[in-house]
């Protein structure tokens, strides 16, 4: 059974930096040809995919946060994070991290942390 679970600040101040980690039990994250994930969710944006790393170390994300995205892992630790750079309230989402096995083709999400980006 695979299973994620996202952790990290639930508060961050506008204009710094907010960082989360995904930890990853019942699969490796170099598991050939599956690809690690972060998501958030907003009522204003809705479902928003920001960007993934692969199981060889690839990353991709989003257009719209590539300059503000980084997604790293620690393959020791069987982990993944996520920093997102100069954030404002409108960073404000419940951020999932989940497991796809093709892009875009998710099969197991962690439960999702809420993070509020306030002074």
């Known amino acids: 059974q695979v299973q994620l679970q996202e952790s990290g600040p639930g508060l961050v101040k506008p204009s710094q930096t907010l960082s989360l980690t995904c930890t990853v039990s019942?699969?490796?994250?170099?598991?050939?040809?599956?690809?690690w994930n972060w998501i958030r969710q907003s009522p204003e944006k809705g479902l928003e995919w920001m960007g993934v790393?692969?199981?060889?170390?690839?990353?991709y994300y989003s257009p719209s946060l590539e300059s503000r995205t980084s997604i790293s892992r620690d393959t020791s630790r069987n982990q993944f994070a996520l920093q997102l750079s100069s954030v404002t309230p409108e960073d404000t989402a419940v951020y999932y991290c989940a497991r796809a096995f093709q892009l875009f083709q998710y099969d197991y999400w962690g439960q999702g942390t809420q993070v509020a980006v306030s002074s």
């Open positions: 019942g699969d490796s994250i170099t598991t050939d040809n599956y690809y």
């Open positions: 790393i692969r199981y060889n170390g690839m990353t």
